[in-house]
Structures are given as C-alpha cells and as structure tokens.
C-alpha cells in the first residue's frame, strides 16, 4: 500500500514538473514574420491590420508626407547555437526582417526578407579586399 502510494506521488510529481515546464514555453512569444506579413494585404490593409498582425515596429521612419517605413526583425537561433561558449562556433543565427510600407495609413509595400551571420560577413569571401 505504502508503495504504491509513493509511485501516485512520484506520478503526479512528474506530471507537475511536466506542466510547469510546459507552461514556461507558453509565457515567450513567438514570431513568425514571414507568416504575419503574408496576411498584409497591398492596398487594403490598414495601419490597425499591420499592428494586429505584426505588433509595435522595432523602428519606424518617416520618409514623406503621409509615407511611413515601419521595421520588423528577428533574429532565430537553435537551442545549439545558443549554448554558451560552442554555440558560436556550431551555427549561425537567422535575421528575418519585414519592411511594411504605409502611405496615409494604407499598407503600400510590404517585403520579407531573410539572411544569416555567415552570408553578413563577406569579408571572409574575398581576401583579396582590403577591409
């Protein structure tokens, strides 16, 4: 008797260490740029749309009267190359960025875009360049 109440303890130990950690993953939000952008409509979408889809800008530029160029980026690193010390030297994270366009609050242009550290540095391609 005494044993099998220790294995229900152990039980539902497991499953609360289980939840606990599910629930910590729940709390981050995540961003899929490429996915949110492609909900922007050209001409249609409305500042309040790219907002809701999208969120705050990381930056925002005025770049004329009634013209507006709002910033997105996101940098995505595997749980590798976020190890301390090796991490670096095992991979290179992705930056995703997405420029929304918006002329008197409408959305006038939208583009994805996406690079990784290694395609950054171009230097190490031509060692013929001066840096």
């Known amino acids: 008797m005494e044993r099998c109440m220790a294995a229900k303890l152990w039980s539902f130990l497991l499953v609360l260490t289980f939840l606990a950690g599910v629930s910590g993953c729940y709390i ?47 940098k995505e690193m595997s749980l590798i190359e976020k190890t301390p010390l090796v991490g670096k030297r095992i991979g290179s994270p992705e930056y995703h960025y997405v420029v929304v366009t918006l002329r008197n609050g409408i959305v006038a242009d939208c583009v994805y875009s996406s690079t990784d550290e290694d395609e950054m540095d171009w230097a190490k391609d031509y060692s013929w360049q001066k840096k």
């Open 28 to 74: 981050n939000p995540v961003r899929h740029l490429a996915s949110d952008a492609a909900l922007l409509k050209v001409g249609e979408s409305t500042k309040e749309d790219v907002l809701v889809f999208l969120g705050e800008p990381d930056e925002q530029q005025e770049v004329g009267e009634g013209v507006e160029k709002w910033l997105y980026r996101d």
